[in-house]
């Protein structure tokens, strides 16, 4: 599986922007990136996804460079719920796996 | 939409014993489930997938034998762990596969064996 790699932690003011970086050098033409993010003692929970272009919904946005080796999620006004840990992963397309890296950690500060 | 539950969220039981965790999909069909494992302060390890009506296809290193899958119908999987011993203890998550090959989690069930 591609490897992401991410900071181990952010931290960043409540109601301010935050964005969240994620490098994936060997990404192949076929990998989707996926955000997902746990908060404590729950499970993960779905943030957003794209192949190439940039992808916007509810949650957040997700700009991905021209050559797909690195991607930022965008947090356009963060809050105290915002704070957990966030996974950048690749899911192969066809595969229907995730594998999941250690994440990055996401302080929210009042 | 796309709920997932746990059932029980969180369970103690003593070494020996099996222990039972249901995995449902609120208003969703999923023909394809998933079983993962995380230890304090690490990341989720994939277990097993689980596909309905199927045997369940277990990851390098879980033993199937110990971690029972089945996926009887197209909202509940269940995992059963059998002879569960100390270094069983964990947080027990599942997902389920939803129509925009996007995974809904469950939230979890915390499993203590003494």
């Known amino acids: 599986d591609a490897k992401t790699t991410q900071p181990n932690s952010m931290e960043s003011n409540e109601e301010e922007p935050v964005h969240l970086p994620c490098n994936h050098s060997?990404?192949?033409?076929?990998?989707?990136i996926h955000w997902y993010r746990q908060l404590p003692s729950q499970g993960p929970e779905y943030v957003i996804h794209?192949?190439?272009s940039n992808v916007n919904n509810r949650m957040a946005s997700l700009a991905i460079a021209e050559d797909r080796k690195s991607s930022t999620l965008i947090l356009h006004r963060a809050t105290l719920r915002d704070a957990a840990v966030y996974y950048c992963?690749?899911?192969?397309?066809?595969?229907?796996?995730?594998?999941f890296g250690k994440g990055m950690k996401l302080t929210v500060n009042p | 939409g796309a709920v997932v539950s746990q059932h029980p969220s969180r369970v103690i039981c003593k070494s020996g014993t099996s222990v039972k965790i249901e995995c449902r999909s609120l208003?969703?069909?999923?023909?394809?489930m998933f079983w993962y494992r995380q230890f304090p302060k690490k990341s989720l390890m994939l277990m097993a997938t689980?596909?309905?009506?199927?045997?369940?296809?277990?990851e390098q290193g879980v033993e199937k034998d110990k971690f029972l899958i089945n996926h009887a119908s197209l909202t509940l999987s269940t995992l059963t762990v059998t002879s569960a011993h100390p270094e069983d203890s964990s947080f027990y998550i599942c997902?389920?596969?939803?129509?925009?090959?996007?995974?809904?989690f469950g939230p979890g069930t915390r499993l203590t064996v003494l």
């Open positions: 997902s389920a596969l939803g129509h925009t090959d996007t995974q809904y």
């Open positions: 992963i690749l899911k192969q397309g066809g595969s229907e796996k995730l594998v």
């Open positions: 208003d969703f069909q999923a023909t394809t």
């Open positions: 794209g192949l190439t």
């Open positions: 689980s596909n309905e009506g199927s045997k369940a296809t277990y």
């Open positions: 060997t990404i192949s033409g076929t990998d989707y």
